[in-house]
């Protein structure tokens, strides 16, 4: 038991150690000339104007849903997908329904509007 | 015959069904008659059944008839099974016959009311809920008469929504009853649990199975007789139940709902008679009541509800008989009861009917001559309250104090104090409205003789007043050689007779009565000044006896009030000023967690969650603890 | 390398399976459909389908999917129960839907997702599985609760049912977690049969676990979002969830205590005999004052809610039975008495307050007979579907030697009946107010067919009891 824990300790100890190297040697090697430009938030695009705490569109969060719902559906496909070849026509026959499903799913929002930016 | 008793049941189902549901289309005279008619039906039903029965020998007048499976678990078997013997029978020809008459009084009272047909159907659901209260072979089936006979009886009183003492009324009495519902309930789990049983028959063959818990059953037992025939400590909702229509205080408030406890303990005698110190608290509960309810029926200028206290003197008497083990004394005076107090409160009615709804019998008097039809049932009606011989009340109430005199002298002599008050009251009740000079000429110039739908049954209830008492002459009992084999197997003394004692004894109590009889004519038709002077001198026993001796509010100081206000604190003081105040000392909490979330909090969320981690915790100590 | 399939039979699934089909056909049919009255009447036959498919599967301990549900009777009755609450409930929100005429479709697909949930929850015999199903069930409920957009009430208390909702699975799920970990299980046999012997985080996951069934099914004091929910959602989705939730959590709930924990009643039987207590009185007592109809019935629904606990703390078989019992008959008189409030509640309020209810027999006298019906009903007023409930579960208590329970319970009924008969003696025994008579009862064909069945139920139930029960105890018998 305290022999896996040790494992454990072990694990952390060299996956806060990756990063924390990497940072330190950075910092150790980089040369540092500052100037004002450096020191803003962002180095590339828009400075930030106002508040952020901003109500965002919701069409964002709706954005975001059927993103993640695809998403969902491509992790969920590419084992199938790989193992195609090996899988009875009962595997076939699940696959097409789950994607049947979604397809509804997808037919709803697309009816819905959900896929057009207002 | 017996296999069609199911019929008893069936007719009032049917004047029910056909007046709730074609009533709109009808006239009301005719729903009268459907229902009138159908509790007709109903009383044949019963007078067959009685020849039925006869024509068995004695010890074998007892029938079973199963309907359906009613609910079943285990052993425990309550179907819609109904009993028919001596004492169901009896019942149900009271039931009936009176209810009949009853309805048929009605058609002529009601007319020209706004809801006659929901009166109607009232009143058939009434007399189907008291016939299967009645006929019911085990507790269960019994239990749902009598709640039915109870909302029968709410609906009614509340008849007159309009009027908030009588929707104020109805909910009393519905809640008075619920008290002693409760114990009911219990009693017949605790029954069950006993002796695995809850069919009466079942019950009084393997009675001993209850004698450890007997006191206890019974006591319940007896807190739902209290609350639905108006005895101490729960008869306050009677006389405020006058509020309904007078033909419902005839039918259910004097005749038969309210005889229903006195039914029960007959039914249940068995039971009873295993605990002596619930009997003698029967008994002692009947005389007291008996006695009260008679003080304040001397007071009472409502004519409605002097009779309504006096139903409860009287249901006060048929529980001491019972009480002291003379089962059909009790119930013999609950048959000549009926049919007295039905025509008292018809009586009334009429009066009620002539004097549009005037009911202070001070404002009455000389009513004989506009009247003379209802004056002279009133009277013969009257006698027989009072217990004059040769009219019913005398043998029923005779027969009880002589099984009491048997059994405990001092219940015997305030039994008999109640007889003399009963006798001063009832011909008070005569004397005041009908006799004498017109008090208030206007309401006299308008009285009038009722219609014959109206007086036809008070003269049939008035035969049955003056010679219902024959029944159960002393000696040749006809009622009780009937009610026998019903309490056969039960081991009591006091009911046998006891020789020339017991005319010495009819003969004082007549005397007693005449006494009071003369008492009350001295005082409202000779000397009328007597009754204020009388009262004078009583001091502050006066004032209780007019307050109703404080109950009421007793009842509400004690009970009410407090139940009202701990409901109150639970939802206002507990559900919002304690949140209230909790949330404010959580705020720092909510504050911490965030200015976003705040602002689509309430605050009250952060108590919901604070109450369901409190909870978590209780849970988490609890079972860490004990595991 | 080959790939062995698990060997999955969904058939004993095909009632669920039938309503989510008929769920996402309601979605897709409902962008296209120009008239969407009849997505109701879809719905219906879904489930009435399911219904018939639930009747036809074989009756046996059938455990499939890994073990992870069962279509035993016991299930086979919740689904049964479930799916007419269903069917009632479409009824009950027809009018209501026509007048939300764009959003007809997701309504009704949300609430046949969330049946979906709730007799997945009576299959469970899994605790991962009732948390799924318990999660389907909740999130539906959630977005229902905040349907009526036009009142902020509505979505306030859809946020608050959330929110809270989220705590207490959040408690249940720790729960898990820690039974888990003592036993090693998460299915109910197997956690039953390693549950002796263990400690202290076997013990808090229980209790974890019972916090997260007391707050779905309102158990006080998990109770506190149960008026401000009730009140706040579309009286439709209340008398839905009042009835739906509370039995697929107590379908769960008397599954998990039975099954998992059926050796160690000992401990937690006292716990749930305590819970009851305060249920019912909390709930019976605050009931007492309240103005408005729904909330009243709010705090009714947990009273019934601590009855029916009785049962599930009796821990006998006539417990079990008495307690299914309970939620059947329970969800046609609550589904019929919240039915008569949306006949009577004016549009686009949302709520009924008791002093709109006065002299409403005046009008309509079938109306105030009927709602006189359910609430003599919930009140337990013999010879109705209601009084049978208690009393049997009253009755299991008392044979449990638990008499105070039942004495306790017999109590509080009485209590209740004050409230109860308020709302008929305001009907029938008070003049009407003049403002409050522009009630549109009439042309309402659907609900009113809705209120007779749950009537004509009422009354049957009361009067054969004996069929009902006889079910139940064939649901219950197998759990032992």
Same mark, same amino acid.
């Given at each position: 038991?305290?022999?896996?824990?040790?494992?454990?300790?072990?694990?952390?100890?060299?996956?806060?150690?990756?990063?924390? @190297?990497?940072? %330190?040697? =950075?910092?150790? *090697?980089? /040369?540092?000339?500052?100037?004002?430009? $450096?020191? #803003?938030?962002?180095?590339?695009?828009?400075?930030?104007?106002?508040?952020?705490?901003?109500?965002?569109?919701?069409?964002?969060?709706?954005?975001?849903?059927?993103?993640? @719902?695809?998403? %969902?559906? =491509?992790?969920? *496909?590419? /084992?199938?997908?790989?193992?195609?070849? $090996?899988? #009875?026509?009962?595997?076939?026959?699940?696959?097409?329904?789950?994607?049947?499903?979604?397809?509804?799913?997808?037919?709803?929002?697309?009816?819905?509007?959900?896929?057009?930016?207002? | 015959?017996?296999?069609?008793?199911?019929?008893?049941?069936?007719?009032?189902?049917?004047?029910?069904?056909?007046?709730?549901?074609?009533?709109?289309?009808?006239?009301?005279?005719?729903?009268?008659?459907?229902?009138?008619?159908?509790?007709?039906?109903?009383?044949?039903?019963?007078?067959?059944?009685?020849?039925?029965?006869?024509?068995?020998?004695?010890?074998?007048?007892?029938?079973?008839?199963?309907?359906?499976?009613?609910?079943?678990?285990?052993?425990?078997?309550?179907?819609?099974?109904?009993?028919?013997?001596?004492?169901?029978?009896?019942?149900?020809?009271?039931?009936?016959?009176?209810?009949?008459?009853?309805?048929?009084?009605?058609?002529?009272?009601?007319?020209?009311?706004?809801?006659?047909?929901?009166?109607?159907?009232?009143?058939?659901?009434?007399?189907?809920?008291?016939?299967?209260?009645?006929?019911?072979?085990?507790?269960?089936?019994?239990?749902?008469?009598?709640?039915?006979?109870?909302?029968?009886?709410?609906?009614?009183?509340?008849?007159?929504?309009?009027?908030?003492?009588?929707?104020?009324?109805?909910?009393?009495?519905?809640?008075?009853?619920?008290?002693?519902?409760?114990?009911?309930?219990?009693?017949?789990?605790?029954?069950?649990?006993?002796?695995?049983?809850?069919?009466?028959?079942?019950?009084?063959?393997?009675?001993?199975?209850?004698?450890?818990?007997?006191?206890?059953?019974?006591?319940?037992?007896?807190?739902?007789?209290?609350?639905?025939?108006?005895?101490?400590?729960?008869?306050?909702?009677?006389?405020?139940?006058?509020?309904?229509?007078?033909?419902?205080?005839?039918?259910?408030?004097?005749?038969?709902?309210?005889?229903?406890?006195?039914?029960?303990?007959?039914?249940?005698?068995?039971?009873?008679?295993?605990?002596?110190?619930?009997?003698?608290?029967?008994?002692?509960?009947?005389?007291?009541?008996?006695?009260?309810?008679?003080?304040?029926?001397?007071?009472?200028?409502?004519?409605?509800?002097?009779?309504?206290?006096?139903?409860?003197?009287?249901?006060?008497?048929?529980?001491?008989?019972?009480?002291?083990?003379?089962?059909?004394?009790?119930?013999?005076?609950?048959?000549?009861?009926?049919?007295?107090?039905?025509?008292?409160?018809?009586?009334?009615?009429?009066?009620?009917?002539?004097?549009?709804?005037?009911?202070?019998?001070?404002?009455?008097?000389?009513?004989?001559?506009?009247?003379?039809?209802?004056?002279?049932?009133?009277?013969?009606?009257?006698?027989?309250?009072?217990?004059?011989?040769?009219?019913?009340?005398?043998?029923?109430?005779?027969?009880?104090?002589?099984?009491?005199?048997?059994?405990?002298?001092?219940?015997?002599?305030?039994?008999?104090?109640?007889?003399?008050?009963?006798?001063?009251?009832?011909?008070?009740?005569?004397?005041?409205?009908?006799?004498?000079?017109?008090?208030?000429?206007?309401?006299?110039?308008?009285?009038?003789?009722?219609?014959?739908?109206?007086?036809?049954?008070?003269?049939?209830?008035?035969?049955?007043?003056?010679?219902?008492?024959?029944?159960?002459?002393?000696?040749?009992?006809?009622?009780?050689?009937?009610?026998?084999?019903?309490?056969?197997?039960?081991?009591?003394?006091?009911?046998?007779?006891?020789?020339?004692?017991?005319?010495?004894?009819?003969?004082?109590?007549?005397?007693?009565?005449?006494?009071?009889?003369?008492?009350?004519?001295?005082?409202?038709?000779?000397?009328?000044?007597?009754?204020?002077?009388?009262?004078?001198?009583?001091?502050?026993?006066?004032?209780?006896?007019?307050?109703?001796?404080?109950?009421?509010?007793?009842?509400?100081?004690?009970?009410?009030?407090?139940?009202?206000?701990?409901?109150?604190?639970?939802?206002?003081?507990?559900?919002?000023?304690?949140?209230?105040?909790?949330?404010?000392?959580?705020?720092?909490?909510?504050?911490?967690?965030?200015?976003?979330?705040?602002?689509?909090?309430?605050?009250?969320?952060?108590?919901?969650?604070?109450?369901?981690?409190?909870?978590?915790?209780?849970?988490?100590?609890?079972?860490?603890?004990?595991? | 390398?080959?790939?062995?399939?698990?060997?999955?039979?969904?058939?004993?699934?095909?009632?669920?399976?039938?309503?989510?089909?008929?769920?996402?056909?309601?979605?897709?049919?409902?962008?296209?459909?120009?008239?969407?009255?009849?997505?109701?009447?879809?719905?219906?036959?879904?489930?009435?389908?399911?219904?018939?498919?639930?009747?036809?599967?074989?009756?046996?301990?059938?455990?499939?999917?890994?073990?992870?549900?069962?279509?035993?009777?016991?299930?086979?009755?919740?689904?049964?129960?479930?799916?007419?609450?269903?069917?009632?409930?479409?009824?009950?929100?027809?009018?209501?839907?026509?007048?939300?005429?764009?959003?007809?479709?997701?309504?009704?697909?949300?609430?046949?997702?969330?049946?979906?949930?709730?007799?997945?929850?009576?299959?469970?015999?899994?605790?991962?599985?009732?948390?799924?199903?318990?999660?389907?069930?909740?999130?539906?409920?959630?977005?229902?609760?905040?349907?009526?957009?036009?009142?902020?009430?509505?979505?306030?208390?859809?946020?608050?049912?959330?929110?809270?909702?989220?705590?207490?699975?959040?408690?249940?799920?720790?729960?898990?977690?820690?039974?888990?970990?003592?036993?090693?299980?998460?299915?109910?046999?197997?956690?039953?049969?390693?549950?002796?012997?263990?400690?202290?985080?076997?013990?808090?996951?229980?209790?974890?676990?019972?916090?997260?069934?007391?707050?779905?099914?309102?158990?006080?004091?998990?109770?506190?979002?149960?008026?401000?929910?009730?009140?706040?959602?579309?009286?439709?989705?209340?008398?839905?969830?009042?009835?739906?939730?509370?039995?697929?959590?107590?379908?769960?709930?008397?599954?998990?205590?039975?099954?998992?924990?059926?050796?160690?009643?000992?401990?937690?039987?006292?716990?749930?005999?305590?819970?009851?207590?305060?249920?019912?009185?909390?709930?019976?007592?605050?009931?007492?004052?309240?103005?408005?109809?729904?909330?009243?019935?709010?705090?009714?629904?947990?009273?019934?809610?601590?009855?029916?606990?009785?049962?599930?703390?009796?821990?006998?078989?006539?417990?079990?039975?008495?307690?299914?019992?309970?939620?059947?008959?329970?969800?046609?008189?609550?589904?019929?008495?919240?039915?008569?409030?949306?006949?009577?509640?004016?549009?686009?309020?949302?709520?009924?307050?008791?002093?709109?209810?006065?002299?409403?027999?005046?009008?309509?006298?079938?109306?105030?007979?009927?709602?006189?019906?359910?609430?003599?009903?919930?009140?337990?007023?013999?010879?109705?579907?209601?009084?049978?409930?208690?009393?049997?579960?009253?009755?299991?208590?008392?044979?449990?030697?638990?008499?105070?329970?039942?004495?306790?319970?017999?109590?509080?009924?009485?209590?209740?009946?004050?409230?109860?008969?308020?709302?008929?003696?305001?009907?029938?025994?008070?003049?009407?107010?003049?403002?409050?008579?522009?009630?549109?009862?009439?042309?309402?064909?659907?609900?009113?067919?809705?209120?007779?069945?749950?009537?004509?139920?009422?009354?049957?139930?009361?009067?054969?009891?004996?069929?009902?029960?006889?079910?139940?105890?064939?649901?219950?018998?197998?759990?032992?």
């Amino acid at each position: 038991m305290l022999k896996q824990f040790g494992f454990l300790g072990v694990h952390a100890i060299i996956a806060l150690s990756v990063p924390l @190297l990497g940072i %330190v040697a =950075a910092w150790l *090697l980089r /040369p540092k000339k500052p100037y004002p430009l $450096k020191k #803003t938030t962002y180095e590339c695009g828009m400075e930030t104007i106002g508040d952020t705490w901003v109500q965002f569109k919701a069409q964002y969060y709706l954005f975001a849903l059927i993103f993640v @719902l695809f998403d %969902v559906e =491509a992790v969920f *496909l590419f /084992p199938w997908a790989v193992a195609y070849n $090996k899988l #009875t026509l009962f595997g076939l026959v699940e696959g097409i329904l789950f994607v049947l499903i979604l397809f509804a799913g997808l037919i709803y929002a697309w009816k819905r509007n959900a896929l057009e930016w207002q | 015959m017996l296999n069609y008793a199911w019929l008893i049941l069936l007719f009032p189902l049917l004047g029910l069904l056909t007046n709730l549901i074609l009533g709109r289309w009808l006239h009301d005279e005719l729903i009268g008659w459907i229902a009138s008619t159908a509790v007709f039906l109903s009383f044949l039903v019963a007078v067959g059944l009685f020849f039925a029965l006869r024509s068995l020998p004695a010890d074998g007048r007892q029938y079973q008839l199963l309907l359906w499976h009613w609910m079943r678990v285990d052993l425990f078997r309550a179907d819609v099974k109904l009993l028919i013997d001596p004492l169901s029978v009896v019942m149900g020809l009271v039931v009936t016959g009176i209810g009949f008459l009853i309805h048929v009084y009605a058609i002529g009272y009601m007319k020209g009311d706004q809801r006659v047909q929901r009166f109607f159907v009232f009143m058939n659901f009434f007399i189907l809920a008291m016939l299967t209260l009645v006929f019911a072979n085990n507790f269960i089936l019994l239990y749902v008469g009598w709640e039915g006979v109870g909302l029968a009886s709410y609906l009614l009183i509340g008849f007159w929504f309009e009027k908030p003492s009588a929707a104020e009324a109805g909910k009393k009495a519905f809640l008075v009853n619920r008290v002693g519902d409760f114990g009911m309930a219990l009693a017949i789990m605790w029954i069950f649990k006993l002796s695995g049983r809850v069919e009466f028959l079942d019950i009084a063959k393997n009675v001993q199975a209850l004698a450890p818990e007997a006191t206890a059953i019974t006591l319940l037992l007896l807190l739902a007789v209290t609350g639905k025939s108006a005895q101490i400590p729960l008869y306050i909702w009677l006389p405020d139940a006058m509020e309904g229509p007078t033909p419902v205080s005839a039918l259910i408030h004097a005749a038969t709902m309210v005889t229903a406890g006195v039914y029960l303990i007959a039914r249940t005698a068995a039971i009873f008679l295993l605990s002596p110190f619930t009997m003698t608290l029967v008994a002692t509960i009947g005389v007291v009541t008996a006695f009260f309810a008679a003080t304040m029926a001397m007071a009472q200028v409502d004519l409605k509800r002097i009779l309504a206290y006096s139903t409860i003197s009287q249901i006060g008497y048929m529980i001491l008989g019972v009480g002291v083990g003379a089962f059909s004394a009790g119930i013999f005076h609950l048959v000549t009861h009926a049919f007295f107090k039905a025509l008292l409160f018809l009586g009334a009615g009429a009066v009620m009917h002539a004097f549009h709804g005037e009911l202070d019998i001070r404002k009455m008097g000389g009513l004989r001559h506009k009247m003379p039809q209802t004056f002279w049932t009133f009277a013969i009606a009257a006698a027989a309250l009072a217990g004059l011989p040769p009219f019913a009340g005398f043998f029923s109430k005779d027969e009880i104090l002589w099984s009491v005199w048997l059994h405990s002298p001092w219940m015997w002599a305030l039994g008999l104090l109640t007889a003399f008050m009963t006798a001063y009251y009832s011909t008070r009740a005569v004397v005041v409205p009908f006799m004498g000079k017109p008090r208030d000429k206007h309401l006299y110039e308008h009285a009038h003789e009722v219609s014959a739908v109206m007086t036809v049954p008070l003269w049939l209830l008035a035969i049955g007043a003056a010679f219902s008492g024959l029944l159960g002459l002393p000696h040749i009992s006809l009622i009780g050689h009937w009610l026998a084999p019903v309490f056969a197997s039960l081991h009591m003394g006091g009911e046998a007779a006891g020789g020339s004692l017991e005319w010495i004894f009819m003969g004082l109590s007549t005397l007693v009565v005449l006494a009071g009889i003369g008492t009350a004519y001295y005082a409202y038709m000779v000397n009328t000044a007597f009754p204020q002077q009388f009262r004078r001198s009583l001091g502050f026993i006066d004032n209780l006896v007019q307050h109703k001796w404080y109950v009421d509010e007793l009842y509400m100081a004690v009970i009410v009030h407090p139940l009202w206000d701990l409901g109150g604190w639970f939802a206002d003081v507990f559900d919002r000023k304690v949140i209230d105040g909790a949330v404010n000392g959580l705020a720092w909490v909510t504050g911490e967690i965030g200015g976003g979330v705040r602002k689509l909090q309430t605050g009250l969320v952060g108590w919901y969650a604070f109450s369901l981690f409190l909870g978590a915790v209780l849970l988490l100590g609890y079972f860490m603890l004990i595991w | 390398m080959t790939i062995t399939l698990p060997s999955i039979s969904l058939l004993p699934y095909l009632p669920e399976i039938v309503l989510l089909i008929t769920a996402l056909l309601v979605l897709v049919i409902d962008t296209f459909a120009g008239e969407k009255r009849w997505l109701v009447w879809l719905a219906l036959l879904g489930t009435i389908v399911a219904g018939v498919t639930t009747w036809s599967l074989s009756l046996g301990p059938t455990l499939y999917l890994q073990d992870m549900l069962a279509a035993d009777p016991y299930a086979l009755f919740i689904d049964m129960v479930v799916l007419i609450i269903t069917a009632i409930s479409l009824l009950l929100a027809y009018d209501w839907l026509n007048s939300h005429a764009h959003q007809q479709g997701e309504y009704v697909a949300l609430l046949l997702f969330s049946a979906v949930g709730m007799m997945t929850m009576g299959a469970a015999t899994n605790v991962i599985t009732i948390f799924v199903a318990l999660e389907i069930l909740s999130l539906s409920l959630y977005v229902l609760t905040g349907f009526a957009r036009e009142r902020l009430t509505s979505g306030e208390a859809a946020l608050k049912y959330f929110l809270l909702g989220a705590f207490a699975s959040a408690f249940f799920l720790y729960g898990v977690a820690l039974l888990y970990g003592a036993t090693g299980h998460f299915d109910l046999v197997g956690i039953g049969k390693n549950m002796a012997g263990t400690g202290l985080m076997a013990a808090a996951g229980v209790a974890l676990l019972l916090v997260g069934f007391s707050f779905k099914v309102a158990l006080a004091p998990f109770h506190m979002w149960t008026p401000d929910v009730y009140q706040g959602a579309p009286t439709s989705v209340t008398a839905f969830m009042s009835v739906g939730a509370k039995a697929a959590g107590f379908a769960a709930f008397l599954r998990f205590f039975h099954v998992a924990l059926a050796g160690s009643y000992a401990t937690w039987g006292p716990a749930l005999a305590a819970l009851a207590v305060l249920t019912m009185t909390w709930g019976n007592l605050a009931a007492l004052n309240q103005e408005s109809v729904k909330r009243m019935l709010a705090y009714s629904s947990i009273a019934h809610a601590g009855y029916a606990l009785v049962g599930l703390a009796a821990g006998n078989a006539l417990g079990m039975s008495g307690l299914l019992f309970y939620l059947l008959a329970y969800a046609f008189m609550n589904l019929g008495a919240f039915g008569v409030i949306i006949m009577l509640e004016k549009k686009g309020s949302g709520d009924l307050s008791m002093s709109a209810l006065r002299g409403t027999a005046r009008e309509h006298p079938l109306l105030a007979a009927t709602m006189a019906v359910f609430m003599f009903s919930l009140a337990g007023v013999p010879p109705l579907a209601g009084f049978f409930g208690k009393f049997y579960v009253f009755g299991a208590a008392v044979k449990a030697n638990m008499t105070w329970l039942a004495i306790v319970g017999i109590i509080n009924s009485a209590i209740s009946a004050y409230y109860y008969l308020r709302v008929s003696v305001l009907m029938y025994m008070v003049e009407p107010d003049e403002n409050t008579t522009d009630v549109a009862t009439n042309n309402r064909p659907v609900l009113a067919f809705a209120l007779l069945v749950a009537l004509v139920f009422v009354i049957g139930i009361g009067l054969w009891p004996g069929i009902w029960m006889q079910m139940a105890q064939q649901a219950a018998a197998l759990l032992g």
